[in-house]
């Protein structure tokens, strides 16, 4: 019987080691020529673009239309580089992030390539068409880097999406209705005459100090003043049937009614108003009972400070003179009569309601008794 020598074991056990590790098979899944898009089915007529290039692709190479979107006929490659087969697997496309297409059951034997046909949609725009293999990862393979390659595509046209419609432009805003605008900005005169003459003026805001002598009559320790303003309406209407007040605090002290003033015009209104010895805050009131709708109903209000001095307090009116009734008797006299003289006194109210621009001159509160004559016939 021979025997086999140790060392002729040795390398027989390492031969078939060897031709073990050889024998060991595997799957490599990957695509290396390209894809082609449009056309028919199975490519003919498409544009063919190898993996990593770019494509500029239209409307019309797509075989159908609608909602913005275009489908394509679209035909790409696969290989399996191992020495194995696979088992079932899945292909996916992705465009502008979403999933486009997917190839489902698909296998492949040990070296075998395969032509995959499949009818994505794509929108219109600049974007990465990408071929995912084996997106779910189910093969064990020897090169898992592979799996993925891509293009570019620029894709014009509207895909069929409706033409869109801009939005109307806003209406513009309607203009604003033609309104008045009253106030009174020039100044304030107090004193003198009733148009004017001899006054003190100031403007609005201003402070001015006036004597008995200013005044045209003094009352129960008060002094009656002439007093003039301006009348203003900055608007581009015209308004009427307001009222114009003077205020001493919330006590009207003149009124002015039945006021109007045409567009874009200035007048003076002339007014009398008895006011108190000390300071006095006049404040005047345009359009005061809200009667106009102005573009402007926050100038209707300005003031001035008058401070009156006491010569107002001191000052007494006259006192009324009656004169002795004188009776002239013939030498005959049949009768005689006596007529009691009669006094009559002129009073200024405290509140005066003035019509505009008045240019009548009051009289001062005096008393004036006219004699009565009585005459005896001769016989």
């Not at 297409?101 to 600049?126: D, F, H, R, V, W």
């Not at 402070?207 to 009348?231: E, K, P, Q």
């Amino acid at each position: 019987m021979r025997h086999s020598s140790p060392v002729l074991t040795i390398i027989a056990a390492a031969a078939i080691l060897v031709s073990g590790s050889a024998a060991a098979s595997s799957v490599d899944v990957t695509a290396t020529k390209g894809i082609t898009i449009g056309g028919a089915i199975g490519g003919a007529g498409g544009k063919f673009v190898p993996w990593g290039g770019s494509v500029v692709l239209s409307e019309s190479d797509a075989f159908l239309r609608s909602n913005g979107h275009c489908a394509f006929n679209v035909n790409y490659d696969m290989q399996n580089n191992g020495d194995a087969a696979t088992g079932t697997f899945k292909n996916q496309l992705v465009a502008k992030g979403a999933v486009v297409a997917i190839n489902s059951a698909l296998t492949l034997g040990a070296g075998e390539s395969k032509q995959i046909s499949t009818q994505p949609y794509l929108m219109p725009g600049s974007f990465e068409f990408n071929l995912k293999l084996d997106s779910d990862n189910n093969l064990s393979e020897s090169n898992e880097g592979n799996n993925q390659v891509g293009i570019k595509v620029v894709l014009n046209g509207t895909c069929g999406a409706a033409p869109v419609t801009p939005a109307p432009a806003p209406a513009p805003a309607p203009a604003p209705a033609p309104k008045a605008d009253l106030l009174s900005q020039r100044g304030f005169g107090i004193g003198g005459t009733v148009s004017g003459a001899g006054n003190h003026t100031l403007p609005w805001g201003g402070t001015v100090t006036v004597h008995a002598a200013d005044a045209f009559l003094t009352s129960n320790g008060r002094c009656a003043f002439n007093m003039i303003y301006d009348l203003t309406n900055v608007g581009t209407v015209a308004a009427s049937g307001f009222t114009n007040q003077l205020r001493v605090g919330d006590a009207v002290i003149s009124q002015q009614g039945a006021m109007s003033a045409d567009k874009s015009s200035t007048k003076l209104v002339a007014m009398q108003a008895y006011l108190a010895p000390g300071k006095n805050v006049l404040r005047l009131l345009v359009d005061a009972l809200h009667n106009v709708d102005e573009s402007n109903e926050t100038n209707n209000e300005t003031s001035v400070t008058v401070n009156v001095d006491a010569t107002c307090k001191s000052a007494t009116e006259p006192v009324p003179v009656t004169k002795p009734v004188t009776t002239t008797t013939d030498k005959k006299p049949e009768t005689t009569s006596t007529t009691t003289p009669v006094t009559t006194t002129d009073k200024k109210p405290e509140t005066t309601t003035t019509t505009p621009v008045t240019t009548t001159d009051k009289k001062p509160e005096t008393t004036t008794t006219k004699p009565v004559t009585t005459t005896t016939d001769k016989k």
